[in-house]
C-alpha cells in the first residue's frame, strides 16, 4: 500500500494525498497509517475506520440504484402506420409486462422525421435502408400481394376477383405508397390491361385494412402486417402471386443521440421480437 499508487488512481500528486491523509488524521485525533520504509500500512484504527466508511458507501451505492431503478425510463419510438397499429401494437403489452418502468411514446407516421430534431430515440422504418447520416439494422424484407374477406370473395365470386370483375379495389393514398400500389403489382403480374376502374382511397393502411376485413373491396397485404390476420381465416389471399421490390423493415437511430438504458432496452426487445 502506498500514496503513489493512490495518486495515481486519484489523477492527483502524491503530496496532495499525503496532504489530504494528513488533515483526516488531524481531524479524527488518531493516526490511520504506519509510515514506513517500503510504504504504509494502517494502524488499527485505521482498519476500523475503512471497515466503517466502505459499509457506508456500499449502502449508499445501493440505496442510490434502487432508486434509480424505481425511476421511470422514457423512449420515443418512431413507426410507420402501417406497422405500429398491425405488428407494434399487438406487442406492446408484452413489453410492457417485461418491462413495467419503461414509458414509450409513440410517434406514428409515414414521414422520415428528423430525429434529433423530434427528440426521437428509436425509428422502425421501411425502405431500403438508406436514410441520410442514420444507423439502420434490416430485420426482414416484404412482399406485396392481393387480400381480401371470405365474405368479399363469396359476394363476387372467385371466377370474377380472378378476372377483376365488379371488384373494388382499396387504396393507400400518398407519396409514401407510390413504389408498392395496384399499379406496381398488375404491372409485376402482367395484368395491367385488367385494372378496375373502381376504387376507394384511404390515408392510413388501418382504415384500409378495416374496409378489407368488412368486404369493402380487394387490398394489398404485406407479409408481416397481415399474417395474424391470414393465419386466423379473417383475411385470405384470392391469388398467389406476391412480389418484392427490395423493401424492408428497419430499426433506425441516430449516431447523433447517445442511446439511453429505455431505448436500449427496447431496441434489443424490438430485434427479438421481429426475428421470430
Known amino acids: 500500500m502506498n500514496f503513489t499508487a493512490a495518486a495515481h488512481e486519484l489523477n492527483v500528486t502524491r503530496e496532495a494525498v499525503s496532504m489530504q491523509v494528513r488533515l483526516l488524521e488531524s481531524r479524527l485525533g488518531a493516526k490511520l497509517f504506519e509510515r514506513g520504509q517500503r510504504g504504509v500500512a494502517l494502524t488499527e484504527y485505521g482498519r476500523q475506520f475503512h471497515n466503517t466508511v466502505s459499509e457506508s458507501l456500499w449502502l449508499i451505492s445501493r440505496e442510490f ?29 408484452d413489453f410492457r409486462i417485461r418491462n413495467p418502468g419503461i414509458n414509450i411514446k409513440l410517434v406514428e407516421t409515414d414521414e422520415c422525421l428528423d430525429m434529433s430534431k423530434f427528440g426521437i430515440d428509436i425509428s422502425i422504418r421501411y425502405g431500403r435502408g438508406d436514410w441520410n447520416k442514420l444507423k439502420s439494422e434490416k430485420m426482414f424484407s416484404e412482399e406485396f400481394f392481393p ?66 376485413l368488412e368486404g369493402q373491396g380487394l387490398a394489398l397485404g404485406w407479409t408481416r402486417l397481415v399474417e395474424e390476420k391470414l393465419s386466423n381465416g379473417s383475411l385470405v389471399r384470392p391469388f398467389d402471386l406476391a412480389f418484392t421490390t427490395g423493401n424492408g423493415y428497419y430499426i433506425v437511430e441516430a449516431p447523433a443521440n447517445a442511446p439511453n438504458r429505455a431505448s ?9 421480437k421481429m426475428r421470430i
Not at 381480401?148 to 365488379?166: H, I
Not at 403480374?189 to 385488367?194: R, V
Open 65 to 93: 440504484n434502487e432508486k434509480v431503478a424505481d425511476i421511470p425510463a422514457n423512449v420515443t419510438v418512431s413507426t410507420t402506420v402501417a406497422f405500429g397499429s398491425c405488428w407494434l401494437m399487438p406487442r406492446l403489452a
Open 147 to 212: 387480400i381480401c374477406s371470405p365474405g368479399y370473395v363469396n359476394a363476387v365470386g372467385a371466377e370474377n376477383l380472378r378476372k377483376f370483375q365488379n371488384v373494388t379495389l382499396l387504396h393507400l393514398d400518398g407519396r409514401a405508397h407510390e413504389w408498392e400500389n395496384w399499379d406496381k403489382w398488375l404491372e409485376f403480374a402482367k395484368l395491367t390491361s385488367l385494372r378496375p376502374q373502381q376504387g376507394i382511397w384511404f390515408q392510413n393502411y388501418d382504415n384500409l385494412l378495416r374496409a378489407t
Open 264 to 272: 436500449k432496452i427496447f431496441r434489443n426487445w424490438i430485434r427479438d
